[in-house]
């Protein structure tokens, strides 16, 4: 074994670098202004740049700013819990039937105005997966009266007439002295996977209860 020892290394052609056909290994450090081709192994160090694609992130810190189209995490823990500001979505309809769409990225918020008798809410779109076993979801119906107090008396999930489990035992009992005849009444919605299941929505009751007299 020999060593080489040099001070620059330039290719035959002025302005041209040298060729390493066979590869280069160094038990230093390596200098160089720009590079250029695959990388492959771990780089200790700061390194800034564009990359054209990166399979695997071993990990960011800082306080980056990054720009991406859908991000997919298996899990998501914040450092941070409080919210600056929320806001949801009120999807508003007329009449006796409230449609809501679970998977629309739209709400889970119905406010309906002029029913005219019992109100159905309708929930479709709801995961029949197994990475949605053991979930519960809420819902909540905005209830505009005008005359005639209206009540939310039916809640289908993907079609499925789910058994409402009312506070006090029974609807007579959550709406009584909380309804308005001329304004407004909200009816909150849990549904409770009971089974653990998702592949069907059979498997779940609904919890509800009723807040009122928003005149």
Known sequence: MSDLRVTNLSGRTAGTPPNLPEGAISAGVVTATGFSGSLTGDVVGNVTGTASSATVSAGLIGSPSISVGIATANLLQPQETRFRGVSEFVNRQNGNNVGLVYQSGGSNIGFTTTPTGDITLNVNQIPVTSDFADH????????????????????????????????????????????????????????????????????????????????
């Open 136 to 215: 519960a979801l809420t819902f909540s119906v905005i209830v505009s009266n005008t005359g005639t107090a209206r009540s939310v008396t039916s809640v289908k999930l993907n079609g499925y007439t789910a058994p409402i489990k009312w506070a006090g035992g029974s609807l007579a009992a959550a709406i009584t002295g909380v309804t308005t005849t001329n304004g407004t009444d909200i009816y909150n919605f849990t549904g409770i996977n009971t089974v653990g299941s998702a592949t069907t929505t059979a498997n779940y009751i609904v919890l509800g209860s009723v807040n009122g007299g928003y005149a």
